[in-house]
């Protein structure tokens, strides 16, 4: 009996130590995986402000192939695509971008600017407003609001959005 006991420990210590094993190398395997995406990111982005869109989609999408959580991927992919004129898949991308990371406020109000592009003043006003739940001060969301606020000639409330939203970028506060 004692026999099987000392198998059965030193199974169990093999064991524990082949997961450790596994268990390192996959944590090494993400710090890659965020370093390689970390340099495609940057690399995209030199890319976009040079206006090179076709080879900036191309990295972007090899990014979020590799971290398919990225929410700077999808916020490039979608600033590429309005910048093609591909407004459409702007939005259908960036939605995709807010399911992943629910409470970025970036994502929410790029998103909100497409919409108001194609006049869907209803759909970003929805993000605005859940963008200013949790960030009350938040100048761009505010200016944003305001503008929809004009589309509805509500004049005084968008004056007063405005007036809120030039205060939060001068002060911050």
Do not use: C, W
């Not at 900036?56 to 093609?84: E, M, Q």
């Amino acid at each position: 009996m004692r026999r099987y006991t000392y198998i059965f420990i030193i199974l169990l210590v093999a064991l524990i130590a082949v997961s450790s094993v596994v268990a390192q190398s996959t944590i090494e395997e993400k710090r890659a995986r965020k370093k390689v995406s970390r340099n495609l990111l940057k690399k995209v982005i030199s890319l976009v402000k040079d206006s090179n869109y076709p080879k900036a989609l191309s990295l972007v999408d090899s990014l979020l192939t590799i971290d398919p959580k990225n929410s700077g991927g999808f916020y490039y992919k979608s600033i590429i695509l309005a910048k093609s004129n591909d407004t459409a898949n702007a939005i259908l991308n960036i939605e995709s971008g807010i399911t992943v990371a629910p409470l970025s406020s970036r994502l929410k109000i790029l998103a909100s600017r497409l919409y108001l592009h194609i006049g869907e003043d209803d759909k970003a006003l929805i993000h605005l407003q859940s963008i200013l739940k949790i960030k009350p001060h938040e100048a761009e969301a505010l200016y944003l609001e305001g503008i929809i606020l004009l589309h509805k000639a509500d004049t005084t409330q968008a004056l007063d959005l405005f007036e809120k939203a030039l205060q939060q970028s001068l002060t911050g506060k």
